[in-house]
């Protein structure tokens, strides 16, 4: 390993997601230079965040935003509000927003911000305030040919109408600066349901060929933001029988299949889960492991880890959140025949139909909701049958598959360009 590299590599995110890399560039004979180039992020910004509270104290939070590389475009990917955010996570993510950008190929590189804070502890004027004061501090480093966020953990519409409003104020009015927006301000239809939607695409296209039966298979959801509560939502359209679903503090389990419409007004009602009658309240620790023929997990990073993955009782493994799965859990699964959809595959339905936003916010022209769903589906499926392509061909596992397809598709563009 190289100084830049010692120096860069910090969190076990990033540990993953460079082992992820590395186990291709050894494959494909990747040169040093290139295999650091693509390790190292292009540029990462760290900001304070005064925020005044409604209470009048001014409290100081720290944001990130970290741009992974935009050979093939503008880099792209969503600000997330967590406790856990620090700089290795997000530098991580940034990385694996290019990898899925090139995989499923549309034309961006990756980015992705986050501030370290509790949404949950924060009202809606909190909100709007640390969101403004966040992009004043980036909004030269962001735009719509340079780097457009999104939503991801515990952000919205809402503050995505924020975040463009603040743009715009600097820089004249500028949908495509942001995607995810609400669709009066040039968001896209069908974008809120996108990543849901492409990993019920992909789980169903995954039973099918592993020859499970949809009607009825058994779905386990680890979260319940708008990844895991629209994915959970769908599969029940589909057929599947939900026995499981959590929040950050844990979840329902019912092995006779839960009432998905009914545990959603529940949790709108009450804040939490807890208290659902007609299921057991399980950690999330147990829900993982939960007997099932589908496991989503669709809430943070790193849970999927060498210490519970022998114990996953799963066929089908879709994942729905962004690197939830070690490689040395990989190596387990791959032992046990768990069948794994990778996340840079699994979960781009988000990013696609941000790209379909974009297009639109450019032209101001605007799609029926028919033509955004009908081309996340053909382009999902269409990517999920060249990984498996390259998966076959190479011996190789559909995670290994997708880095290759988007590695090689990315240090192409970097040699065509230059350094
Ligand atoms: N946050 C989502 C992701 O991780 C979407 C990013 C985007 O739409 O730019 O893929």
Redesign the pocket.
């Known amino acids: 390993m190289g100084i830049v590299e010692e120096a860069w590599e910090r969190s076990e995110t990033e540990r993953i997601l460079n082992h992820n890399v590395d186990i291709v560039a050894e494959k494909i004979n990747l040169d040093h230079e290139m295999r650091t180039f693509l390790k190292v992020p292009f540029r990462e910004i760290k900001v304070q965040i005064p925020l005044k509270m409604d209470d009048g104290r001014v409290e100081i939070f720290v944001g990130y935003r970290v741009q992974h590389n935009q050979t093939r475009g503008p880099m ?5 509000y967590h406790p856990q955010v620090n700089l290795g996570e997000i530098r991580a ?1 940034a990385a ?2 290019t990898w ?1 950008t090139a995989l499923i190929d549309i034309p ?1 590189g990756g980015a ?1 911000g986050g501030v370290t804070c509790d949404p949950k502890t924060l009202s809606k004027g909190e909100l709007e305030r640390l969101t403004r004061s966040f992009i004043t501090r980036i909004s030269d480093s962001i735009g719509p040919n340079l780097d ?6 515990n952000t919205n519409p809402q503050v995505m109408a924020w975040i463009m409003d603040e743009y715009s104020k600097r820089h004249g009015y500028t949908p495509a600066a942001v ?2 927006k609400p669709v009066e301000l040039g968001g896209s239809v069908g ?1 809120i349901e ?2 849901g939607r492409g990993v019920t695409y992909l789980t169903k296209r995954a039973l099918k060929d592993k020859k499970i039966e949809i009607q009825g298979a058994r779905v386990v959801v680890q979260g319940m933001g708008n990844v895991g509560g629209t994915t959970a939502r769908l599969l029940t359209d589909e057929g599947c029988k939900v026995i499981a679903v959590s929040d950050s503090k844990g979840g329902l389990y019912n092995p006779n299949g839960l009432n998905i419409s009914r545990v959603t007004m529940h949790k709108e009602e009450t804040g939490s889960l807890k208290g659902f009658s007609g299921a057991d309240y399980v950690t999330n620790e147990e829900l993982l492991e939960l007997p099932c023929e589908v496991l989503v997990p669709a809430a943070m990073e790193c849970v999927i880890m060498e210490h519970n993955a022998a114990r996953l009782k799963c066929s089908v493994l879709v994942e729905g959140a ?1 690197i939830p799965t070690s490689p040395e859990a990989d190596n387990i699964l791959a032992d046990k025949g768990v069948y794994v959809v990778p996340d840079i595959l699994a ?2 339905g ?6 379909f936003e974009w297009a639109q916010d450019l032209q101001s022209a605007f799609w029926e909701e028919e033509r955004v769903n009908r081309k996340l589906m053909k382009m999902m499926l269409d990517a999920y049958e060249l990984v498996k392509e390259v998966s076959v061909q190479n011996s190789v596992t559909l995670r290994t598959a997708a880095y290759a397809i988007a590695i090689e598709k990315v240090s192409k563009a970097v040699r065509l360009r230059g350094f």
């Open positions: 792209k990917g969503g600000i997330r993510l694996a927003m899925k961006f992705k457009i966020p999104a939503p991801d953990m995607t995810g974008r996108a990543t962004n979960n781009a988000g990013v696609l139909v941000s790209y």
